[in-house]
């Protein structure tokens, strides 16, 4: 079945210790994203990566890291977490938006972050 | 700079009525696509559909329909005869040509009541 998994779905952390979400995708994805979703704000996107070893800042991208080694993962990482990343976070993949169509994104189940 | 405005923050219909959700974009590129996507209350994000800037025909789905007007940069969607299965967040997002992001709106909540 064609996915996108994260793991882990729900995580309670306290301020500063350090925290990975994984992503990966089995469809052979070019790009893939990751967002944060906030009430009143929509989601927003932190980081993106065009592909293997390319990775790219989105619009909020302060406080967080990524790493594309590998096609299929694109793990999230923060070093030293704060109360004001409490959030949903969404990974996303598509084929590629290297083409003239720009194709639609698959999204992952959401992990649920809470920093005290 | 990009942006997508969903000023619809939420709605509430009855049953079987029509509802249209609208979206506003700003881009000035030439070319952009335009998405929907569907956040049911269990939380995974759902594509509907995807137009590029080339492409205004309007398009129908089931009882989904989408009006694309470049003339007033909007990107609305109608469900009609809604259900409750319809109750949701339902985001519309854009991406260019010339970037490799994509921007989503803030969201409409949509709650049919049976």
């Known amino acids: 079945e064609a996915q996108v998994t994260q793991n882990p779905r729900y995580l309670i952390t306290v301020t500063g210790k350090k925290l990975t979400v994984t992503c990966s995708q089995n469809?052979?994805?070019?790009?893939m994203s990751w967002y944060r979703q906030d009430p009143g704000l929509g989601l927003r996107q932190i980081y993106y990566?065009?592909?293997?070893?390319?990775?790219d800042k989105g619009d909020v991208p302060e406080g967080y890291k990524v790493s594309r080694k590998e096609k299929r993962n694109f793990p999230l990482i923060l070093e030293s977490p704060s109360p004001n990343q409490t959030s949903l976070y969404f990974c996303?993949?598509?084929?590629?938006?290297?083409?003239?169509?720009?194709?639609?994104?698959?999204f992952g189940p959401g992990t649920r972050l809470t920093v005290l | 700079a990009q942006k997508v405005t969903q000023a619809q923050t939420e709605i509430s219909v009855v049953e079987k009525e029509d509802v249209t959700l609208d979206c506003v974009y700003e881009?000035?590129?030439?070319?952009?696509?335009l998405f929907w996507y569907k956040q049911p209350p269990s939380g995974e994000l759902v594509f509907l559909i995807r137009?590029?800037?080339?492409?205004?025909q309007n398009e129908i789905s089931g009882r989904y329909s989408w009006n694309f007007q470049k003339s007033t940069s909007s990107f609305n969607f109608t469900i009609t005869a809604s259900q409750v299965v319809d109750s949701a967040v339902y985001f519309c997002?854009?991406?260019?040509?010339?970037?490799?992001?994509?921007?989503f709106g803030t969201g409409t909540s949509l709650t049919v009541i049976p």
């Open positions: 996303a993949s598509s084929f590629s938006v290297l083409t003239s169509v720009r194709d639609e994104q698959f």
């Open positions: 469809m052979n994805h070019e790009y």
């Open positions: 990566s065009m592909n293997v070893e390319v990775t």
């Open positions: 881009t000035r590129d030439t070319t952009y696509y």
């Open positions: 137009r590029n800037s080339f492409d205004e």
């Open positions: 997002a854009l991406s260019v040509s010339t970037g490799n992001q994509f921007y």
